[in-house]
């Protein structure tokens, strides 16, 4: 059996959901539609054809995942809260079923001693609010923030850690500006400006949190190691375009106050007045997302955009191929560059990290998922070797605690320490999931 490893002190444990890809009862209770409603109805966008619905049905079985979580000896789970079930339009006062559901997922995890550790934004966008623009319109920052006191109303006597925005990058760069993930647009570089307005909602959101008694807010960037195909100048070039548009363009102006330099992209973002003020008040954590590196090089004459991204070459892959390669020590890099870059960053999370490997439909008995623990324990001491070089983690995240609707991938790819039969919704746990309990006792020795 496979050890564990083992980090140089202790942190906290989680795993992750998302309200989209498990909950199902699309239109229970009075829930409204989201981008993602549109996305899967429209064919040819989801890779199976299939939907949301039921998956694991966590609307119905919330029970059942919060004894997974309690199994497992979580200190947190991370889920997210589905706007569309709070306010079904994206604005006006808050559905009563919709909170009731969230606020018994919030009782049920207190009594099993898991801390809840909700997700306020997690890409179900409001139909009607993307049709007034979306991320686009400024006008969203002033909904959110509306929606955030709701739920924040409803939930802030027992919940005091919140992220608030998650993944604000894929948002923008594979939400807007390529259109491969829900609203579907194609702006290209036209489409950063939705950036300022996350970056601007997880600023407003933060400051009503804390107002209603939140002791650790903070955001779920998506961030990436680059690296260099060729040692040139001009594939360096590329990873520092790269990485201003897929990292710093989210991290810089929480972590320093302002935005990077675009190198060859003129864009200007429609910062007002004290915006930079308030997306920079002081997190209480900054949470990475992180899955793997992505190796650039330098464009061909022809190609407007300042990079080409390329397969890792050598590197293993998850079931998504070469678009993800497995290089732990990329997340190591990843973190110690941040602490370099960052003079006054915060303790950080690890708020996802997980791999999706082929898996049947249905479970006989536990699925061996040893890829998916090599992985995990590969990046489990990646972090503890950033932490000893002096990086301050003070949380790790697997995504995911269940298999799940993977967006535009829909059941083909399976991320969960926890196998579902989506025909029955019946949950199994994994090896992995078994070795991740272990993990976590072994940590707290």
Avoid: C
């Avoid at 539609?33 to 899967?40: A, G, M, Y």
């Avoid at 050598?314 to 890099?333: N, S, Y």
């Amino acid at each position: 059996m496979q050890g564990v490893p083992v980090l140089p002190r202790h942190i906290r444990w989680s795993a992750a959901t998302a309200a989209f890809q498990v909950e199902g009862a699309r239109t229970a209770d009075g829930r409204g539609r989201s981008v993602w409603d549109t996305w899967v109805e429209t064919p040819g966008k989801v890779v199976d054809g299939s939907t949301a619905e039921p998956g694991p049905d966590s609307y119905h079985r919330w029970a059942d995942d919060v004894a997974l979580a309690a199994g497992l000896g979580l200190d947190r789970y991370r889920f997210s809260i589905s706007w569309t079930r709070v306010q079904p339009d994206g604005s006006g006062p808050g559905s009563a079923a919709g909170l009731d559901y969230y606020s018994r997922l919030v009782d049920d995890l207190l009594t099993a001693d898991v801390t809840p550790f909700p997700t306020l934004y997690h890409w179900d966008l409001p139909i009607a609010l993307h049709e007034a623009g979306g991320w686009t319109a400024r006008d969203i920052v002033g909904r959110f923030t509306d929606y955030t006191e709701l739920v924040a109303q409803r939930l802030g006597d027992r919940v005091e850690n919140w992220y608030t925005v998650n993944e604000p990058a894929m948002t923008t760069l594979e939400g807007y500006a390529i259109g491969a993930l829900a609203p579907g647009e194609f702006l290209l570089f036209d489409a950063l400006p939705t950036a300022h307005h996350q970056l601007l909602a997880h600023g407003h959101a933060a400051r009503v949190l804390r107002e209603y008694g939140a002791l650790a807010v903070g955001v779920a960037n998506n961030h990436t190691h680059v690296l260099s195909l060729h040692d040139s100048a001009e594939d360096a070039s590329a990873a520092a375009a790269y990485d201003a548009i897929h990292n710093r363009l989210f991290a810089d102006p929480i972590l320093t106050g302002a935005y990077p330099e675009l190198p060859g992209i003129d864009i200007t973002m429609p910062i007002v007045d004290d915006d930079l003020d308030v997306i920079s008040t002081p997190p209480d954590f900054y949470a990475i997302n992180f899955y793997n590196p992505t190796t650039v090089t330098a464009p061909g004459p022809d190609n407007p955009i300042p990079f080409e991204i390329v397969p890792t070459p050598g590197a293993p892959v998850t079931g998504f191929g070469e678009e993800w390669p497995i290089v732990p020590r990329a997340l190591r890099d990843l973190l110690i560059d941040f602490s370099r870059r960052y003079p006054n960053l915060p303790p950080l999370i690890i708020s996802e990290n997980g791999a999706s490997f082929p898996e049947p439909d249905t479970a006989d008995g536990m699925i061996d998922d040893a890829d998916r623990i090599d992985y995990l324990d590969g990046h489990i001491r990646a972090v503890g070797d950033a932490m000893r070089a002096g990086v301050r983690v003070d949380e790790y995240t697997v995504w995911s605690l269940l298999d799940n609707f993977e967006w535009a991938d829909g059941y083909t790819q399976r991320f969960g320490l926890t196998h579902v039969d989506f025909a029955t919704g019946r949950r199994t746990p994994k090896a992995s999931y078994d070795w991740y309990r272990r993990a976590i006792a072994k940590n707290r020795e």
